[in-house]
Antibody
Framework: EVQLVESGGGLVKPGGSLRLSCAAS????????MNWVRQAPGKGLEWVSS????????YYADSVKGRFTISRDNAKNSLYLQMNSLRAEDTAVYYC???????????WGQGTLVTVSS | QSALTQPASVSGSPGQSITISCTGT?????????VSWYQQHPGKAPKLMIY???KRPSGVSNRFSGSKSGNTASLTISGLQAEDEADYYC??????????FGTGTKVTVL
């Protein structure tokens, strides 16, 4: 059974940093591209970033480019999101999602809440 | 990376069919057959319902179907059931390895 479990969320002050983690199991992690998708409270879904299976290709939404860094450790079956210079508008539930072969998100974690507030 | 446009809400009675539209542009929905749909119940993670415009993942009811015409994709739910009440989001590949989600539609079963 595919499982994605996020951790690392919490309360952080504007301008601060946070590192999210996603532990994957139940599939060959090193064979799939992975993504972060976020959802602000009461709002819709927003794609944040993606990383290819071997970390060769990395992409970001314009809203986080230059502030967030996605990475992965295939030996540890883990995905990460380093978030710096956090803003109030980054407040959201952050989901880890596996990317299927046709550029769709076929499995999602339960999410971890990031709150940016003074 | 602009959000795709969906109606805020759609409702129907049990057994009826409803259709949710997802309007993009010639740079996303219109250019690629890479539209997917997600169902999200309150407090839960999204679930993939349709991918590549009209394909259903294993385990998803055949009451859910997808289509596309020009810059607009659609999700149809036939034989509406109480458990279909949820938020639904479309998503499209938008070029340069980015994805755009729709604004979301709340489906209410009357």
């Amino acid at each position: 059974e595919v499982q994605l479990v996020e951790s690392g969320g919490g309360l952080v002050k504007p301008g601060g940093s946070l590192r999210l983690s996603c532990a994957a199991s139940g599939f060959t992690f090193s064979s799939y591209s992975m993504n972060w998708v976020r959802q602000a409270p009461g709002k819709g879904l927003e794609w944040v970033s993606s990383i290819s299976s071997s970390s060769s290709y990395i992409y970001y939404a314009d809203s986080v480019k230059g502030r967030f860094t996605i990475s992965r450790d295939n030996a540890k079956n883990s995905l990460y999101l380093q978030m710096n210079s956090l803003r109030a508008e980054d407040t959201a539930v952050y989901y880890c999602a596996r990317m299927g072969t046709g550029l769709y998100f076929d499995y999602w974690g339960q999410g971890t809440l990031v709150t940016v507030s003074s | 990376q602009s959000a795709l446009t969906q109606p805020a809400s759609v409702s129907g009675s049990p057994g009826q069919s409803i259709t949710i539209s997802c309007t993009g542009t010639s740079s996303d929905v219109g250019s690629y057959n890479l539209v997917s749909w997600y169902q999200q119940h309150p407090g839960k993670a999204p679930k993939l319902m349709i991918y590549e415009v009209s394909k259903r993942p294993s385990g998803v009811s055949n009451r859910f179907s997808g289509s596309k015409s020009g810059n607009t994709a659609s999700l149809t739910i036939s034989g509406l059931q109480a458990e279909d009440e949820a938020d639904y989001y479309c998503c499209s590949y938008a070029g340069s390895s980015t994805s755009s989600f729709g604004t979301g539609t709340k489906v209410t079963v009357l």
